[in-house]
């Protein structure tokens, strides 16, 4: 079975810094996907990225971009120039063949202004 | 473009009962899934509908059910109900079941336990 795993459950940063949120998964798998999602208090989820594994370019979206190291299974998103609208949780999630995600336990992230 | 929408919001229920909740997927979107977070275990995929039939089932027990109608549009069933079951219960659209773009989430139902 497919595990993500996010090792920080709370980050900070100063609005308009940068903050990097790691995720790792496992899996046998050599096609799926992944993505990171926002969840703010509202609580509806948001897609803010999303990568396929087959593809070698890391994918960017505004000030969001993802680090994702194939063969060492690692996905980690970077938010460049925070935003006080930034602060919420994200959570890393996978989707192989089974296409269900499975999501990690997610990372608070804090915008301090 | 109406979102995902759940309901109801919020609800509160004792042990012992049993409870539907529904949601109504983006128009056009023929796949809904849904998902139980809690703070203990995170967020758990339940299951996945497709054209009415149910495509993909989590680890949870028979308690929890659900359906597909002919509109998309879904509902899960949870009987007998645990005070474990309080949770917040999301939904997510997408276009078919095998396509790997995004699911969208409605705001999700809150239930609560007692």
């Known amino acids: 079975a497919q595990t993500v795993t996010q090792s920080q459950p709370e980050m900070s940063v100063q609005e308009a810094e940068t903050v990097t949120l790691s995720c790792t998964y496992d899996?046998?798998?050599?096609?799926?996907?992944l993505f990171w999602y926002k969840q703010p208090p509202s609580r509806q989820m948001i897609l803010v990225i999303r990568?396929?594994?087959?593809?070698?370019q890391n994918a960017t979206e505004n000030r969001f971009s993802v680090n994702f190291q194939k063969a060492a299974k690692s996905f980690s998103l970077k938010i460049s120039d925070s935003q006080l609208g930034d602060a919420a949780m994200y959570f890393c999630?996978?989707?192989?063949?089974?296409?269900?995600?499975?999501f990690g336990s997610g990372t608070q992230l804090t915008v301090l202004p | 473009k109406a979102g995902v929408t759940q309901t109801p919001r919020y609800l509160i229920k004792t042990r012992g009962q049993q409870v539907t909740l529904s949601c109504s997927p983006i128009?056009?979107?023929?796949?809904v899934s849904w998902y139980q977070q809690t703070p203990g275990q995170g967020l758990q995929f339940l299951f996945e509908?497709?054209?009415?039939?149910?495509?993909n089932k989590g680890n949870f027990p028979g308690r929890f059910s659900g359906r597909q109608f002919s509109n998309s549009r879904s509902e899960m069933n949870v009987s007998t109900l645990e005070l474990g079951d309080s949770a917040l219960y999301l939904c997510?659209?997408?276009?078919?079941?095998?396509?790997?773009?995004?699911?969208?989430f409605g705001e999700g139902s809150r239930l609560t336990v007692l």
């Open positions: 997510a659209s997408s276009w078919t079941s095998s396509d790997t773009g995004e699911l969208f």
């Open positions: 899996t046998s798998e050599s096609d799926y996907y």
């Open positions: 990568q396929e594994a087959y593809k070698q």
């Open positions: 999630a996978y989707r192989g063949s089974a296409r269900q995600l499975t």
């Open positions: 128009s056009g979107h023929r796949s």
């Open positions: 509908y497709f054209s009415e039939t149910q495509r």
